[in-house]
Nanobody, 114 residues
């Protein structure tokens, strides 16, 4: 049973930065594709960024150039560095991995507001 725990969310002003972390209970980072998703109130959950086992990354168009996904295999942790945050980035952010089934973390709230 894989457990994912996100952290690093909070309240930040527009233009600010946050770094989210997703720690795994199992050694899966660097083996499986990891994704960061977000869900804003009243909206569907959407993919924000993903990193594959070989380190390839992809991003939603809305965050390209502002967000960076990375990982630390030794710490079993995936990160999402978020810069130049906008109010529309406000959402609950989740990490996910697919290993025969989908495993989700509990989410961390990101609020961008002045």
């Amino acid at each position: 049973q894989v457990q994912l725990v996100e952290s690093g969310g909070g309240l930040v002003q527009p233009g600010g930065s946050l770094r989210l972390s997703c720690a795994s209970s199992e050694t899966i980072i660097g083996i499986y594709t990891m994704g960061w998703y977000r869900q804003a109130p009243g909206k569907q959950r959407e993919l924000v960024a993903a990193i594959t086992s070989v380190g390839s990354t992809n991003y939603a168009d809305s965050v390209k150039g502002r967000f960076t996904i990375s990982r630390d295999n030794a710490k079993n942790t995936v990160y999402l560095q978020m810069n130049s945050l906008k109010p529309e980035d406000t959402a609950v952010y989740y990490c996910k991995v697919d290993i025969r089934r989908s495993y989700w973390g509990q989410g961390t709230q990101v609020t961008v507001s002045s």
